[in-house]
């Protein structure tokens, strides 16, 4: 769309480097390029392919892990993370965002619905707990997006860094260890 080939033929050049790096190891080592892809069948379910329907394998992850006796707040926690790449992704599309987002990055909006999508219908059951690893690329677009609604005085962002920090070693190493009680 800018016709600037050059910088197109630049990254081409980088993101084919960069495949040929993991591609080439993995056909020496073990005899197959897509060894690494090959070795998720089996965790995707019983017809293997790596994507369902939206919501298909994640409602059915969350279930298992709720009837598995895994404590509210682990699930709250790991809730937060596809509630908000949904949110964001919406808040992308906004009427609201047309100028300010969509305008000036438009493929960036593209990738990261499509991301967002893919993931929320990766055919994985253990998503709830690697949710949160599959959306980190992305979540400084997600961030963007939601920037109306994350507050913009810093103590108030310090204070939720410093809590989210807290939470995520608490999900670790138990919220008695990190906070001196226990959650009901």
């Known amino acids: 769309m800018r016709k600037s080939y050059r ?21 020496v080592l073990l005899g197959n390029p897509f060894a690494n892809f090959i070795s998720y ?3 995707w379910g019983p017809q293997g392919w790596p994507v369902t329907y939206p919501f298909g394998t994640l409602v059915p992850s969350y279930l298992m892990a709720f009837s598995a006796g895994n404590r509210w707040y682990r699930l ?11 949110a964001g992704t919406v808040m992308i599309w906004h009427p609201r ?12 909006a593209l990738f990261a619905s499509l991301y967002v999508l893919f993931f929320l ?30 507050p913009h005085d810093r103590r108030v962002l310090w204070g939720g860094v410093v809590l989210s920090a807290l939470l995520a070693s608490a999900d670790l190493i138990h919220f008695r260890n990190v906070f001196g009680f226990r959650l009901p």
Do not use: H
């Open 121 to 150: 219908s990766y055919n994985y059951l253990g998503a709830v707990w690697v949710f949160s690893r599959f959306v980190l690329p992305i979540a400084p677009l997600l961030l963007f997006s939601l920037r109306d609604w994350i």
């Open 97 to 108: 965002n047309r100028e300010r987002f969509l305008s000036l990055y438009q493929p960036e």
């Open 76 to 86: 709250v926690f790991v809730s937060v993370w596809p509630v908000m790449a949904l």
């Open 41 to 43: 069948r089996r965790d």
């Open 7 to 27: 910088q197109l033929a630049a990254i081409t050049v980088i993101g084919l480097s960069v495949g040929v790096l993991y591609v080439v190891p993995l056909r």
